[in-house]
């Protein structure tokens, strides 16, 4: 399986949440958590620590170089802390539910923030100082991939016929390429062109303003009917 094997994957997936969540009999929510956690095991699974076995261990060794074993343990384990702090975000918003659907959902939630949030370590075991500037742009990235296509109120505002599972597919697509973008370009220093990655990202992000945009389109033209 390759890069675009798997994002086929997340495209289908994406498009098929509404099926998947009728015929398991499950909750939109945990149908796309657990979609997204399976898409982001066979990224971290079968590329990272597979078939980028060598650059990944090229990797470690330059990071604990900068942040040696049993120092610095907040920022070696900083993605875990980054699961757990939105795991406990999660179950406060959810009035600290602790049914089976809700547990399962706090598992897909840690693992996914603890995957995407790792390849922020690339970013800071860099020589340069400069480093807050591509972990800003990744965190604004996933938060507005993630706000605009969980928000059903735009869908049922925008003007536009707009099926939610069309932004949750490019939702999918976004993670998983900004992912891997990172990775090759701060983790794996690879020699691969990461602006053609971030392009699709960007046209993924593209897709998901369209309802805001039209609504906004609609809000400001129904001021000057």
Same mark, same amino acid.
Not at 36 to 49: A, C, G, K, N, V
Not at 78 to 106: E, K, S
């Given at each position: 399986?390759?890069?675009?094997?798997?994002?086929?994957?997340?495209?289908?997936?994406?498009?098929?949440?509404?099926?998947?969540?009728?015929?398991?009999?499950?909750?939109?929510?945990?149908?796309?958590?657990?979609?997204?956690?399976?898409?982001?095991?066979?990224?971290?699974?079968?590329?990272?620590?597979?078939?980028?076995?060598?650059?990944?261990?090229?990797?470690?060794?330059?990071?604990?170089?900068?942040?040696?074993?049993?120092?610095?343990?907040?920022?070696?384990?900083?993605?875990?802390?980054?699961?757990?702090?939105?795991?406990?975000?999660?179950?406060?918003?959810?009035?600290?539910?602790? @049914?089976?659907?809700?547990?399962?959902?706090?598992?897909?939630?840690? $693992?996914? #923030?603890? +995957?995407? =949030?790792? *390849?922020? &370590?690339?970013?800071?075991?860099?020589?340069?100082?400069?480093?807050?500037?591509?972990?800003?742009?990744?965190?604004?990235?996933?938060?507005?991939?993630?706000?605009?296509?969980?928000?059903?109120?735009?869908?049922?505002?925008?003007?536009?016929?707009?099926?939610?599972?069309?932004?949750?597919?490019?939702?999918?697509?976004?993670?998983?390429?900004?992912?891997?973008?990172?990775?090759?370009?701060?983790?794996?220093?690879? @020699?691969?062109?990461?602006?053609?990655?971030?392009?699709?990202?960007? $046209?993924? #992000?593209? +897709?998901? =303003?369209? *309802?805001? &945009?039209?609504?906004?389109?609609?809000?400001?033209?129904?001021?000057?009917?």
């Amino acid at each position: 399986m390759s890069q675009a094997s798997l994002l086929f994957l997340g495209l289908a997936l994406g498009l098929s949440t509404p099926l998947i969540s009728e015929t398991f009999e499950v909750s939109s929510v945990s149908a796309i958590l657990s979609c997204l956690f399976l898409l982001l095991f066979i990224q971290e699974s079968w590329f990272i620590q597979w078939k980028m076995r060598q650059e990944n261990v090229e990797f470690t060794r330059r990071f604990n170089r900068k942040f040696p074993p049993g120092e610095f343990s907040a920022v070696r384990y900083g993605p875990h802390f980054v699961g757990f702090f939105g795991v406990l975000l999660f179950m406060i918003f959810i009035d600290l539910r602790t @049914d089976l659907i809700a547990i399962h959902a706090y598992i897909c939630l840690f $693992f996914i #923030l603890k +995957l995407v =949030s790792d *390849p922020l &370590l690339g970013c800071l075991a860099e020589q340069s100082k400069r480093f807050f500037q591509p972990v800003f742009a990744y965190v604004v990235i996933y938060i507005y991939a993630t706000t605009s296509s969980f928000d059903s109120a735009i869908f049922a505002l925008t003007p536009i016929p707009w099926p939610q599972s069309v932004s949750f597919a490019m939702f999918f697509l976004a993670v998983l390429q900004m992912r891997m973008a990172y990775y090759q370009k701060f983790c794996f220093k690879s @020699d691969i062109s990461v602006e053609g990655q971030l392009n699709f990202v960007l $046209f993924s #992000l593209l +897709l998901l =303003s369209f *309802p805001r &945009l039209a609504y906004a389109m609609d809000i400001l033209g129904s001021g000057l009917r």
